[in-house]
C-alpha cells in the first residue's frame, strides 16, 4: 500500500518522518507533497489528487488549524478531497499548530534537546491541554530560546508517544492512521 500524506509545510514532514515508522506497517509506502503554506495546499489539493497515478494509494490531507475555525478547515478539506473523488483518505487537522504535538509530549521534547527538566512540564496546568495554546511554537521557545521549527521536529518525532501526548489532535490522527492502514507490526 502507498500512503501519500499531502502537507502544507516542510517541518510536518520532518515529524513526520520520524513519527510514522512507530505507526506504519513496514509494508505500507509513505510518499510526501509538501507544500508551500495552506492557500497553496488548498488551491492546488483537487489537481494533486486527481494527478497520482500510483496504484493502491490513501491519502492523509494534514494541515494547520492557525487562527481559524477547526471544523470549518477540516470540512473545507474534506469537500475539496471529495470532489478529488480519491478514496481512502484521511483529512487531519493540528490544532493550532503542528507544535501542539510537540508540546503534548514534553518528555519527547526533554530527550530530544537533552534538558530532562523539560519533561515535568506536562504536569502543569497551562500544559495539560497543548491544543488550546494560541502559538505553541513560542511555549516552545520560551523554554528552548534556539527552538526552530523544522530542527525541532526533526528531534522530536521519533520520540513522540501516542499513549503519553496529551494533545488530542494528535491521538485523533494517530487513530485515523491506523484505522486508515492497520496498527503497525
Known amino acids: 500500500m502507498n500512503l501519500v500524506f499531502l502537507l502544507e509545510e516542510p517541518s510536518a514532514r520532518d515529524l513526520l518522518t520520524g513519527l510514522l515508522p512507530k505507526l506504519l506497517p513496514e ?19 483537487v489537481r494533486k489528487l486527481r ?6 494509494s490513501a491519502f492523509v490531507v494534514l494541515r494547520d ?15 475539496l478531497v471529495q470532489e478529488s473523488k480519491r478514496t481512502p483518505s484521511l483529512v487531519r487537522v493540528a490544532c493550532r499548530e503542528l507544535e501542539s504535538w510537540i ?23 497551562q500544559y495539560r491541554e497543548p491544543d488550546a495554546l494560541v502559538h505553541p511554537v513560542e511555549t516552545l521557545r520560551k523554554h528552548i530560546p534556539q ?13 513522540l508517544d501516542p499513549q503519553r501526548n496529551q494533545s488530542r489532535s494528535f491521538r485523533v490522527f494517530c487513530a485515523g492512521l491506523r484505522a486508515l492502514v492497520g496498527p503497525a507490526s
Do not use: I
Open 147 to 159: 527552538y526552530q521549527k523544522r530542527d525541532g521536529a526533526r528531534r522530536v518525532g521519533g520520540l
Open 27 to 45: 509494508s505500507v509506502h509513505v510518499h510526501y507533497l509538501v507544500f508551500d503554506g495552506k492557500q497553496d495546499l488548498e488551491r492546488q489539493l
Open 51 to 56: 494527478g497520482w497515478r500510483m496504484p493502491d
Open 103 to 125: 508540546v503534548g509530549d514534553w518528555q519527547a521534547v526533554a530527550e530530544a534537546f537533552e534538558r530532562p527538566n523539560l519533561a515535568g512540564l506536562s504536569v502543569r496546568e
Open 65 to 79: 488549524q492557525d487562527a481559524a475555525e477547526c471544523r470549518v478547515v477540516r470540512s473545507t478539506l474534506a469537500k
